[in-house]
């Protein structure tokens, strides 16, 4: 029986096959203009472009000239880069112009669509920022369609690692820049903690477009981009915490193993609050209050460091130093801290040396960086089955692009096998199977490791002629993959390995003329070598397209169904042929996860014998739904997240924009007026309160207070002594008194230099307390989930604390900067002085699955878990350095008969 929905998508089409045919009068439109384009000349058709511009100008918008700029990109990319843009592509072109994703299946040329949209956008004059996912990518797309981009009179910058800020300041001035999306948060953050507008490097965020936009705005928008600085030393801090925590009793505290948390009880808070009261800790009367967020944070680690942490177990000492060891593989990790403080406080629980803890200078998420664009688009091979969050979180939607030619590529049942063991071997033999046949294989596997893994049991089983890839090294995995469809090729690879690389059927062709050729001098050699590559080429290409085309072969499923499709879509390219199989077993995490003990021993019941599979298109519906399961959960982690970040993000918005209304104002005395204003208000109606007798007003304290803050000596007692004296007179003679010392001050420093101490001091102070802000915050985040206990919802309760907290920083930036303005003597001699150094900075964003730190320098540890296999042959037992990477249940290559994590591999104990 056909449903509704079905039936009217039968006779009308889906929303989605409906948006495509809209574009259709477009690309008439523009097929239409294609003879006349080709008539043109080359200065004729580069004209164009400051024909557009005019246009644009006397009021035209981008949409009245879409037609004709995306039939000039044609032409010119038929000239310069000898392509020319199929009907698909321009209707790619369209819906990235239009704020949305175009879903572009592999080999269907998303780097060339890209140029139609940024063109068109390019016009306008603010600059277009086209996004890849690392610097081979944005160095590779920027050089080849900078050709393009040239030759129409475009300028093209790429911002990649290790550039400095004028050489950055260059490209993002550029009409267009390529940049990977790491690079461009971080120039973000690093600009709102410069001291000069001239110093900033970005000019804006007009326009956007992301590839793989998948990968960057789902993937890694889990974890956000850190800049952090180390703190000052606050050993003492941590050393008189850590000597609270022996002093409680079991009832003092609750711990949980399994969940690895410790929590204070009531008892233990009381405790708590007297051990800190009597060391003149404690601000405000208990634990609760808002001051005392970072004492509750840093309790917490050293209650977790004495009950949760053992030593010799989760970390050493050694050389008077803390070494946390690997839960998973046991060995030592050097030079890995956990963060936090949490590193701190089990440095002061074994009384070694505390290393200074790393503060978060600025941050920020994905989400919140691409949201500030004006116009996002993004394109990728898989964003359907994310279409949910693009939708809700970017406001972005889907539209999938019909390929220009049908899909050619087999796509089998999963096999499901009992053990890894049986699925590992049925693997191998289909390796060799296909490359008996000269098939090209490409074998998809979760995670580093398990590509190591299986390299190692296809080398056992004689087989070595094969390449693995792990997404580390992407200029040589990219030349690795472009010829991953050669005949009999067998290349193992992570699932992220040389992304944005086609791989084509008896491979790249431009890829080995450029590395072939690389050394030949021009002249009749070098044309023969390269006819000679073209013949080979071209046969290799019939011989893959016999043997059945590229064969996908994947390990297991990953826990979203977008990472299967990329790597099923590597296949079928174009109209190829292909094939795609996924080997499962049910020791797998997904099906271990959803059950399989159960399916287990009811296929033991069933009689299935060791080596057969099982094969039914009702186990891929099951998965596909344990995928869904797992996505949904996953999406409601990144909406928490957000939600939560949302907060930060609303105020470092008002940070950010008002440190650059600082930066741009001539003269900034009236605002440092309006605050030395509102401190004394606020420090007049503190000692005396309205409606409050004489009798009760804190005169004493009051004087104090103008002494520290204002740097004046006023005789507040003789005024109170006065008959009729009121609050507001007393208000009028200290603002008198501080207008005119501060007027003396300008006066005698001059203008320019009294705005330059001014600026610096303002920025400067506001920098160090929205650091010390973000600290702050990131400790209330980390405790605020325990007033869920009491039925209270914990967003609300951050967002009302987080405003709090940010009133508080309004206030104290107020009375630090009058503080030191009025005292500005010492700081007289800072016109002369360069601008303020930004502090030390290091940039981190974190691995949402695997916990790495992906820019993280590498320490000698990584060097070695990334060394490369050496065959048993090759070992020499009695000299280490020999072993290459050895398998931790592999026998120990020194011949003693223990595994090597029994043997070698295992840690020295201290």
Known sequence: MVSFGGLARKMFGSANDRRIRAYQPKVAAINALESDMQSLSDEQLKAKTAEFKEQLAAGKSLDDILVPAFAVVREAAKRVLGLRPFDVQLIGGMILHENAIAEMKTGEGKTLVATLPVYLNALAGKGVHVVTVNDYLASRDSATMGRLYGFLGMTTGVIVHGLDDEQRSQAYGCDITYATNNELGFDYLRDNMKFDRAQMVQRGHNYAIVDEVDSILVDEARTPLIISGPLDDRSDLYNTIDKFIPELVESDYEIDEKQRSANFSEDGMEKLENLLRDAGMLKGETLYDIENVAIVHHLNNALKAHKLFQRDKDYIVRNDEIVIIDEFTGRMMPGRRYSEGQHQALEAKEHVQIQPENQTLASVTFQNYFRMYDKLAGMTGTASTEAEEFGDIYGLEVVEVPTNLPIARIDEDDEVYRTAEEKYQAIINEIKAANAKGQPVLVGTTSIEKSELLATLLKKSGFSDFSVLNARYHEQEAYIVSQAGVPGAVTIATNMAGRGTDIQLGGNLEMRLDRDLAEMELGPERDAK?????????????????????????TERHESRRIDNQLRGRAGRQGDPGRSKFYLSLQDDLMRIFGSE?????????????????????????????????????????????????VLNDQRKVVFEQRVELMDAQDISETVADMRQEVIE????????????????????????????LNLDLPVEEWVKEDGIAEDDILARVTE???KAAAERAERFGPEVMTYVERSVVLQTLDHLWREHIVNLDHLRSVIGFRGYAQRDPLQEYKQEAFELFTALLTNLRQAVISQLMRVEIVRQAAETPAPELPVMEAHHLDATSGEDELAQPSLESAETTALYVAPENRDPNDPATWGKVGRNEACPCGSGKKYKHCHGAYEQA
């Open 530 to 554: 390269a006819a000679a590559i073209k013949e080979e080429v071209k046969q290799l290409k019939q011989q893959a397209l016999a043997a059945g085309g590229l064969y996908i072969i994947a």
């Open 598 to 646: 159960r399916m287990d021993s009811m296929l033991q019941k069933l009689g299935l014998k060791d080596g057969e599979a099982i094969v039914h298109p009702w186990i891929n519906k099951a998965l596909e739904r344990a995928q869904k399961k797992v996505e949904a959960r996953n999406f409601d982690i990144r909406k928490n997240l957000l939600k939560y970040d949302d």
């Open 682 to 709: 606020a420090m007049v109606s503190r000692h005396i309160p309205e409606r409050a007798y004489a009798e009760q007003w804190d005169v004493k304290g009051l004087k104090v207070e103008i002494e520290n803050v």
């Open 737 to 739: 008194a501080a207008d």
